[in-house]
């Protein structure tokens, strides 16, 4: 468990083809019935060519039919159907020189972790920042990761914004993203960073529009979204 409404789950894929990060797979159940629904999670963890093992964070959904029991029922041992990965565009290549920008919202920050974990694996140079919007403390995924990377590693800054409850002794009151944090923590766009956003849309849809406000290139700002949950 993540946090008490998210939890990761391994899997071990025969012949898996690797992914990169940002990329995602669709989950398919199938009832005994023959009824199935398929739901698409992005993947957190990093393929090193060397193994199959693909790791997915999923958050509950309320009255989520598949999130619901891939959080609560899916036992160690059980097949499910995974196809992918898929996608091409929201993703992150160590070949990219610019500085990245990482705007997260909720368990957005899911395919942004491997991101920040594939860099980590290639010992990247390019300077990483992370904005990762949670509504509490207690709902921020990998917390313990992200505090012990930014500790090891100087290329690596991360900002949290609390939309609900903020820790004991924040210098902030809760409050939603807005301009003047993009502004502070993210980086210049005279930078040319590559953005990367992912959240529920109203979120993507906001930080977005800050970014090109700012001066970003909408052409160096890539989004993800999506719907059911914050």
Known sequence: METPTARTLVFEIPDWPGHLPGQHVDVRLTAPDG????????????????????????????????????????????????RGPVGGWFVWRQAQPAPVLLLAGG????????????????RGKQP????????????????GELARRVRDDPGLDVRYVYT??????WP???????????????????????????????????????LVALGHQPGKIRTERFGGTS
């Open 172 to 210: 902030e009151p809760p409050k939603r993203l807005g301009v003047a944090t993009v502004n502070t923590y993210g980086w210049p766009p005279d930078f040319g960073p590559d953005c990367f956003v992912c959240g529920p849309t109203s979120f993507v849809e906001t930080a977005a529009d800050i």
């Open 35 to 82: 009824y199935s629904t398929q739901r698409s999670y992005s993947i957190a963890s990093v393929w090193t060519g060397e193994s199959g093992t693909v790791e997915l964070t999923i958050q509950r959904v309320p009255d989520g039919e598949v999130s619901t029991y891939l959080t609560d029922t899916l036992a160690v041992g059980d097949a499910i159907e995974l």
């Open 107 to 122: 368990s957005g920050v899911v395919p942004l972790m491997a991101m920040i974990r594939a860099r980590g694996v290639v």
């Open 164 to 169: 609900r409850q903020a820790p004991d002794g």
């Open 128 to 143: 990483f920042r992370l904005i990762y919007s949670v509504r509490t403390p207690g709902d921020a995924c990998y917390a």
